[in-house]
């Protein structure tokens, strides 16, 4: 039987990642259930269009990450973009945040939010689900108006049902003195106000990733079927394989699905996301790189413009749908529906459908709620205890960023040492 000291389960950004921060010399392998490697950070080129799995912006807070991946790049591959983003309200085009910008509502709707802000009840400190703390922070009118019909359309569920910091850093809190000011003084700045984005899509950073790494070592069309956590041996459909670690980005209930652990099911939720990539015959708005629909007489929540990243002359979307786990996918039969959609939210204009490709994300978003969190606590810790390590988007049943992917591989990785191997 072979063995090895390190078993990489997985090769997105998160199980690329570790390889690249092991020990050197480390004795390393990693099967891939796919034909290749980047997970959900990979790239399509069709037709003269260039899409990712839903547009990738990538947004380092960390400076040795991002030079870390530039390092391994030619030199003049990544955009660097100043964020312009939008909700569409009504037909018109309002900056994102919402919250922060209800001035530009038609007058009716900035009055209720103005008046459903200064007289919001509840308190934030004590709301427990995320609908809670929506309208504990920003009353009804900025909740019901955008808030809520947006992340439901999202997470495609009912969002008493989440952590009030489910989405954590991600979500753009403003308070009632943030939003007054920036009447006056407008500052929408997020997380995200500068992002980059490879030439050759998100893929590239993936294969900065494996641009030091043995390609020998990655095995790809091999899927991990089981775990013996007692005898360290990982089954897949290709061989049997003994290791001293498995680092696994596997969704975590799958992964204890694998390692024959029982759970409560009920307690994983999550959504997956239909995306489809859509080239048309010519250019449409230029201002935007992605908009919000919160309106549910359109099918999508969200539209990303490729061109106007790429700067490209064609116009190129990702729409994304937000849909519940066992809900039935009906790829060709939603698509006039989406293409519909788009004329009727005016942002194709008589355009031409010239190419198309669409995937399914499952999970995509993980749905962070206390139930969820505690169980996978404690789980996450007896595996991990067994040399079993959970990590990434998924492994780790969170939301998070690819440079959170990254360093947390980082932090893993460089945590191991030849003691660490004895366990
Ligand atoms: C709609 C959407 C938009 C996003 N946008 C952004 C963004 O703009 N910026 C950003 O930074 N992040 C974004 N993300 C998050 C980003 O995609 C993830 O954080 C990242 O791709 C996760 O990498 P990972 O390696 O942890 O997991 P994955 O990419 O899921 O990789 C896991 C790998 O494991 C393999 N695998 C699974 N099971 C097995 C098995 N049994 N055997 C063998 N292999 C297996 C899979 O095939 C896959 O290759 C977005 C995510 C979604 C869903």
Known sequence: MEST?????????SGLSVANFLPKGADWRCVEQLHEAGGYCRTIKQDGFVWDFSGH?????????????????PSDEVFRVDKSSSILFKGRRVDFPFQKNIHQLPQDDFIECLHDLYFREGDPDTAETFEQMLYAKLGRGITEKFLKPYNEKLYACDLSTLDKDAMGRFFPHADIEDIIRNMRFPDNSSYNAHFTYPKGGAMEYVRALLHDLDDERIAYNERLISVDLQTKTARTTE??????????????PKMLDLCGVEYDEDLYTWNKVLVYNLGFDKKGQTQ????????????FYRVGFYDNIFQTPRMSLYIEIGLEPNAEVDIEGTLPRVLADLERAG???GHQLVSHHSIVLDPAYVHVNGPSQADFRVKHAELTAQGVHCIGRYGGWKY???EDNILEARALATQFTPASDDI
């Not at 000291?5 to 950004?13: C, E, F, R």
């Not at 912006?57 to 790049?73: A, G, T, V, Y």
Request: net charge negative; charged share 30%; aromatic share 16%.
């Open 5 to 13: 000291d390190y078993l990489i389960v997985g090769a997105g950004v």
């Open 57 to 73: 912006f990538f947004h380092f807070r960390h400076p040795d990450i991002e030079q870390f991946l530039r390092d391994r790049m």
């Open 239 to 252: 061989r049997e394989i003994r290791f001293k670690h498995l680092v696994s980005a596997v969704p975590f």
């Open 288 to 299: 935007d790189h992605w908009v919000y629909i919160p309106e549910r007489d359109k099918v």
């Open 347 to 349: 942002i194709t204009d």
């Open 400 to 402: 998070c960023s690819i």
